[in-house]
C-alpha cells in the first residue's frame, strides 16, 4: 500500500466516495468510525468515539493526511437536544484530532476539516468567494447554523499543529448518483414535486461530486491553499431553476410548487428545518478557481446530464 489516508467519519456518502477514490490510487485508507465493520474492499476500519484519544491515534502518526468529515446530521429539528449533538460531534472531533495530531512524532502534513459554505450571508445578488461576509441573517433563521459553523471553524483554528497544513472545507450541497442531495430531489421530480421551493429565488450552491474528490485531492497537492477554501461549482443558480434544470433532465413536464408555509408544515412532518431549503447562498469558488482548479461540471445542466446517463 501505498501513503496512509484517515477518514475520520467516513461512514457516510463523501466518506466512502473518498475511501474509494484513494483506494484506487493505492492509497492505505484508515476510517475513524464509531461502529467499525468488516469491509469488502481494502479500506480499514477502527473504532473512536470521536471525543477523546485512544488507539485510533496511533494509525493518525505517520499518515499523510488527516480528513475529518464527522458531525450528526443537521437535517434534523433543531430542538435542544439536537442542538447539543450537532455542535459537539463537530467540535469534540475537530479537538481531538487536533490533539492527536499534537502529540505524533510524524505529524501528518495536511489536514482537512468540514465545515459548510451555509456560513456566509443570506444574499441573492452578490456571488460570496471566500472573502466575503459570514453571519447570520434573520429572515433566514439561520443563527444556530452560524453558531455551529463558527464553534467548528475555531476549533480548527486553535488547534496546536504547527507541521500541519490545515483547511476547512466549506462544502455546498454535492451531487452524487449515490448520495448527497441528488437522489432526493430526483425522487420529489419524479413525483411531481419537482416546482419552486417557496419564493424560488434562493441561491443554491452546488457540486458534482467528481469534482469534490478531484478537489479534495487538488488542495492537498497545492501548498499555496490553506484557511478555508469553499467547495462549491462556479454557476450557483436559483432554486427555481434548478428545479426546471431536474424536470428536464428527468423528462417531467411539471412539478407543483411548494409554499413557504407548505414547507414549514412538511419540515414539522419530515422533522428537518426550512432553512435547509430556504436560505440563499451563492457561494463561488474563489481560492480553487484562482489556484487554477478546473471544474468538469461546471454548470447543473451538464452535471445533471451526467447523473442522470
Known amino acids: 500500500m501505498g501513503k496512509r489516508i484517515i477518514l475520520a467519519g ?6 466512502q466516495a473518498l475511501a474509494k477514490e484513494f483506494l484506487r490510487q493505492n492509497y492505505e485508507v484508515i476510517i475513524l468510525t464509531r461502529s467499525p465493520r468488516t469491509r469488502n474492499d481494502a479500506a480499514i476500519e477502527i473504532a473512536w468515539d470521536a471525543k ?22 443537521v437535517d434534523c429539528r433543531y430542538n435542544e437536544k439536537n442542538r447539543r449533538e450537532i455542535i459537539a460531534s463537530r467540535v469534540d472531533s475537530t479537538r481531538v484530532l487536533g490533539e492527536a495530531i499534537a502529540k505524533c512524532k510524524n505529524p501528518p502534513r495536511m489536514w482537512l476539516n468540514s465545515s459548510s459554505a451555509t456560513i456566509y450571508k443570506h444574499i441573492f445578488d452578490t456571488p ?20 455551529v459553523i463558527r464553534k467548528w471553524e475555531r476549533a480548527l483554528d486553535e488547534a496546536q499543529t504547527p507541521a500541519t497544513r490545515k483547511v476547512a472545507l466549506r462544502i455546498t ?26 419564493s424560488g429565488r434562493q ?9 469534490f474528490l478531484r478537489a479534495i485531492e487538488w488542495i492537498i497537492a497545492n501548498e499555496q491553499l490553506s484557511g478555508a477554501v469553499n467547495l462549491a461549482a462556479p454557476n450557483p443558480l436559483p432554486n ?19 409554499t413557504e408555509w407548505m414547507l414549514e408544515v412538511g419540515a414539522v412532518f419530515l422533522r428537518t428545518e426550512t432553512e435547509l431549503i430556504l436560505k440563499s447562498r451563492r457561494v463561488v469558488p474563489g481560492k480553487l478557481l484562482a489556484s487554477g482548479f478546473q471544474f468538469q461540471f461546471a454548470d447543473l445542466r451538464g452535471a445533471l446530464k451526467n447523473l442522470y446517463e
Do not use: Q, Y
Not at 467516513?10 to 466518506?15: A, E, V
Not at 485512544?54 to 502518526?61: L, P, Q, R, S
Not at 439561520?142 to 453558531?147: A, P
Open 10 to 15: 467516513g461512514g457516510g456518502f463523501l466518506g
Open 52 to 73: 477523546s484519544l485512544g488507539d485510533w491515534t496511533k494509525f493518525v502518526d505517520g499518515a499523510e493526511v488527516v480528513i475529518n468529515l464527522t458531525g450528526k446530521s
Open 128 to 147: 460570496m468567494d471566500e472573502s466575503c461576509e459570514t453571519g447570520a441573517t434573520p429572515e433566514a433563521h439561520d443563527e444556530f447554523s452560524i453558531e
Open 173 to 198: 450541497m454535492v451531487f452524487g448518483k449515490d448520495g448527497g442531495v441528488f437522489p432526493v430531489l430526483r425522487r420529489l421530480t419524479r413525483f411531481g414535486l419537482g416546482g419552486k421551493m417557496g
Open 203 to 211: 441561491f443554491v450552491s452546488w457540486i458534482h461530486v467528481d469534482d
Open 240 to 258: 427555481r431553476d434548478m428545479m426546471r434544470l431536474m424536470r428536464e433532465a428527468g423528462g417531467v413536464p411539471f412539478g407543483l410548487p411548494a
